[in-house]
């Protein structure tokens, strides 16, 4: 079946300019996670998402990241004001949810952002 | 907090020899391990994931590793590597915090396997 799917894989952007980075995850997955991965280091955790609910943004560096779900399906990760540091691949996952479960996340291929 | 050291940053092997890849973990409850591939340009995938029962854990492409709580380890190890296994590999760990279990990832290993 369809695994997860990121678009754009690349995306150019000059410092100040905004970007949205969309995550289509498997089918009937509740949990929705993104991660950033900067150039030679592990994912990082961004936020977390329940279906439609963010409940968890502990990771987002600052207040120019933005993620929503609104349908509970596909999400779109959303940076103003792009900088420099924000070069990276966002890497977005999902898996299945149960309460007191963990469950394996899958993995899409990443939008590999890059702020000139 | 948890936290994951993966000390070697580079290993390079022969084809058809063994290899170790080393994993150390900090945390204060019960986390649960895994062990993922990420080939270039491509997303992760898994290998194996350690969630309770037995130490030692199997997984795809003939990897396994094996939890070991006193020592806070969970080194992933191969009997014969191939050259189509170079690639990058993270260690990772995760604790239920009752609404989701977000993953803590270690810095990589890349593993450099020739002829």
């Known amino acids: 079946g369809a695994g997860v799917s990121q678009s754009p894989r690349y995306k150019v952007a000059k410092r100040g300019q905004d970007v949205a980075l969309r995550c289509d995850p498997i089918?009937?997955?509740?949990?929705l996670f993104w991660y950033q991965q900067a150039l030679g280091q592990g994912p990082e955790f961004l936020t977390y998402f329940q279906n439609e609910a963010q409940l968890d943004k502990s990771g987002l560096p600052s207040d120019r990241f933005f993620a929503e779900r609104p349908e509970g399906s596909v999400s779109t990760l959303k940076i103003q004001r792009t900088q420099q540091e924000d070069s990276a691949v966002y890497l977005c996952a999902s898996s299945l949810y149960r309460q007191g479960a963990t469950y394996e996340q899958y993995f899409g291929p990443g939008t590999r952002l890059t702020v000139t | 907090a948890q936290s994951v050291t993966q000390l070697d940053s580079q290993v390079p092997v022969f084809e058809e020899a063994p290899v170790e890849l080393r994993c150390n973990y900090s945390?204060?409850?019960?986390?649960?391990l895994f062990w993922y591939v990420q080939y270039p340009n491509q997303g992760l995938q898994l290998l194996l994931k350690y969630l309770s029962g037995s130490t030692l854990v199997k997984g795809i492409n003939g990897f396994e590793a094996e939890f070991n709580k006193s020592q806070t380890s969970f080194h992933l190890r191969k009997p014969s590597v191939h050259i189509s296994d170079t690639a990058e590999y993270f260690c990772?760990?995760?604790?239920?915090?009752?609404?989701?279990?977000?993953?803590?990832f270690g810095t990589g290993t890349r593993l450099q396997v020739t002829l």
């Open positions: 089918s009937g997955h509740v949990s």
């Open positions: 945390s204060s409850v019960s986390v649960y």
């Open positions: 990772a760990v995760s604790a239920y915090s009752g609404t989701a279990s977000k993953l803590t």
